[in-house]
């Protein structure tokens, strides 16, 4: 049943996430505003398809602490996608007319959208299989990666506050990294 529900509403979420791409502004390079995260999308259905017969969890109170933490990462994600309006975009893409958010969500970690996602796939592996947390693992060292890209280039669009912004706020998880 969990797995049913989690499966249907992360359906939503990529529904929503790629149609509001289209409100994002444009890219300094150019190209389609709603190229997505993709990456994110193909983890989830890692998750949920290529996952689901292997060391598949059947513990209710791991489904439930699952569900609890993939309710909380889309919650965290949409509010901070929602926050960032029209200056969200794809990983590591720069837009035109950049301006630096340093409110909402973006006060405790400087990308909660990867958090987000990272929080809700990983509960979603609680909720559906057990080596999904691989698939997890693997996101963690991608995200990583695109959040150093996008923070080189914030720092050279806002060379006086994103450094400032950056020694006060953790990267992905507040307080810690």
Known sequence: MLRTIVGFVWL????????SAAAAKESVAGGS????????????IAILVVFRSTLATHNTALGVVGTVLFACGLALAVWARLHLGRNWGAPTSQRVEPELITSGPYRFVRHPIYSGLLLALAGTALVDSLYALIVVAALVAYFY????IEERNLTAAFPDDYPAYRRRTKMLIPFIL
């Open 145 to 148: 990666y695109c959040g150093r």
């Open 12 to 19: 939503v979420f990529w529904l929503y996430w790629f149609a």
């Open 33 to 44: 505003r709603v190229r997505i995260t993709g990456i994110g999308a193909v983890g989830t």
